[in-house]
């Protein structure tokens, strides 16, 4: 980092968390916000599925929540019945465990399914049916499935910490990660206002209609030539 002519960093987030650990100069940064895949252009792929669903997608792994995911889905659950959460993406070692033996204790093991990694078709198709993307990661650099569910025509509930509460905005539910309760209740309101799921649709597209690769790739190239001392 102290060795590069400029930095990009992918998000605002991201500059304030390299100038704080590094102690980079932040006139050395530029932020380029990041493209996404448009998921639900790529044809569906069915699956077998309940008919009212939560989703996570990503890898479980410790930093991505997931089981606080789970727990936020148990309390919801128990006053919300008829609703089931996915878990796409891969899910082995010590942390997936630690999740799966909590769903047997709890017996949820009817209402949580975990179909494992997803192709781009699957993912359509699990994206257009939820009842909400639930991706509350404590830390990400960017946070693309935030902006692919947005996209697709869902609701999302993410974190309002890290680079997540930066790209959702104002378009998403933002809850304490570290909270389980408040991913609970995140869900309730899906559930139970109407008005708000259409709402959030609403701004969800408006939202990703921000983003997209093109965009990112003429940002990508204005720093360069601010850099070089190239004119526009």
Known sequence: ??????????????????????GVPKEKID?????FKRVCAVPEAPLVLPEKFFLFVGIVKERKNVFHVVRGFNAFQKTHSGYNLVIAGNAVGSYADAIREYIRAEKLEGNIIFPGHMNDGQLSY??????????????????YPVLEGMDCGIPVITSNQSSLAEVGGSAALLVDPHSSEAIASAMAR??????????????????????????????????????CGLSS
């Not at 932020?31 to 493209?35: M, T, Y």
């Open 1 to 22: 980092l102290w060795r590069a002519d400029h930095i990009i960093a992918i998000s605002e987030a991201t500059k304030r968390e390299t100038v704080r650990i590094f």
């Open 31 to 35: 932020v380029v916000l990041c493209g």
């Open 126 to 143: 699990l994206y257009r049916r939820a009842a909400a993307l639930v991706f509350p990661s404590f830390i990400e650099g960017f946070g």
């Open 190 to 227: 899906i559930a139970d206002e109407p008005d708000l799921r259409e709402q959030l649709v609403r701004k969800g597209r408006e939202r990703a209609s921000q983003f997209s690769w093109e965009k990112a790739g003429r940002a990508m190239v204005a720093a360069c030539k601010k850099v």
